[in-house]
């Protein structure tokens, strides 16, 4: 018993918070690695932004100008360490380093390395520079920045930086509420996927997912068979009531031959459409779909060729592709000038079976050929009873049959193809 219960499929609400739910982790991981990256970058940025600004500020101010043009050994240092550490620790940088022309240190925030050359890039050409190098605080992001006098002599650098550890311990603050984020994200979708499999088992209870197509087959083909049917009793209750009008006005010779062409008429399309140890289900279907034709004025073919296999699918399934495929043809025939719809069935070179229905119709646009099979996806507008699941229930049943569905314009045409089955031949 409980092997069993273990090799019983997922039912369909099973499988769709299955889905949601992995899609949400997807996604939420997806987010949180990229608020990650977004928050690195940001940091990143912002310490750029920070060096650049406060090395420009330090270089173009009086003070530090003033310093560098006295002149007179450890006077620079003594006017400016007190004042740049100050800057420094409120800007939260790690370091600010003032130099002179010969690149030797004037600041520093460790004073034993005053006096000693500046570790880093110096622009040869007088212009400043942001970069990342490896200095006496390990690596940082550092801009360094020319200090000129009014003429525009060149007296100094100024060096303004962060260390990659303090970037990433900024960065180390700021990812909890990434994360945060991210976890609210997949809480928020788990809900969504809770909710989504409550209201699936609500429509398909714990049936499993092919069970539901099946059902959604079944209610396809009784209602396509129902409105063939239904169409087929008008026409005979037509003919029948015109017949009694004739009894009755003792016109008995007129009715005998109404009645009579009308059994041959349906005979005729009996022996056209019924096939041998074939469905007779389908060959209602069929027959019904003649008398809608009639009915809105298309005319109607069916070709079923002499070594024809029969459909290698269910009862209930045939109905459902077949008939799909007539009421669509209808439909578009029914808007153009010339109205005919034709069915034909065929075997292919490898003994498959080759349905095609074909209309007069506009076709399908090309724009529109990728979406035809999706579901939910219509042309015309929904009637009072809605437009069923269409096309993208005819191309499941024929892809889990092993088959495709392919479609051509000029006719308008879908052919379905199908593997071989038991080769069956028409009433004769």
Known sequence: ??????????????????????????????????LAWETQLTVRQESERITRSIARSLAEAPAVIDALQSGQPGSPTSA??????????????????????????????????????????????????????????????????PVRNGAGTLRGWVSAGVTIESITTTIARRLPLALIFAVVLVALGGAGAVFARRLTRRIAGDLPAGSVRDAVSAYESVRTLGEALRAQTHEHGNRLHTAISLLELDRKDEAIALLAESSAQSQSVIDEMTLRDGDPVLGALLLGKSSQAKERGIRWRVQIA???????????????????????????????????VAVDLAAGSDGSARLTVSDSGPGVPPALLPQIFEHGFSTKPADATGRG???????????????????SAQPSAFLVTLPAGTPVRRKR
Do not use: C
């Open 306 to 340: 002499q070594d024809a296999p029969a459909l290698p699918l269910a009862p209930v399934d045939a109905v459902a592709v077949v008939g799909n495929l007539i009421d669509n043809a209808l439909d578009a025939a029914a808007g153009s000038d010339d109205r005919w």
């Open 1 to 34: 018993m409980r092997s069993n219960a273990r090799e019983r499929p997922r039912s369909a609400a099973s499988r769709v918070f299955l889905v949601l739910l992995a899609g949400v982790l997807v996604i939420g991981a997806v987010t949180a690695a990229f």
């Open 389 to 407: 699941v269409g096309l993208a229930l005819v191309q499941s049943i024929v892809r889990a049959a092993g088959g495709d569905i392919t479609v």
């Open 80 to 145: 400016l360490q007190h004042y740049v550490e100050e800057v420094r620790t409120g800007a939260e940088l790690d370091f600010i380093t003032v130099m002179d022309v010969d690149r030797i240190r004037l600041t520093h925030p460790d004073p034993s390395r005053i006096g000693q050359p500046y570790i880093g890039t110096v622009p040869r050409n007088g212009k400043e520079l942001t970069e990342e190098f490896a200095g006496t605080l390990g690596p940082s992001i550092r801009t360094i920045v």
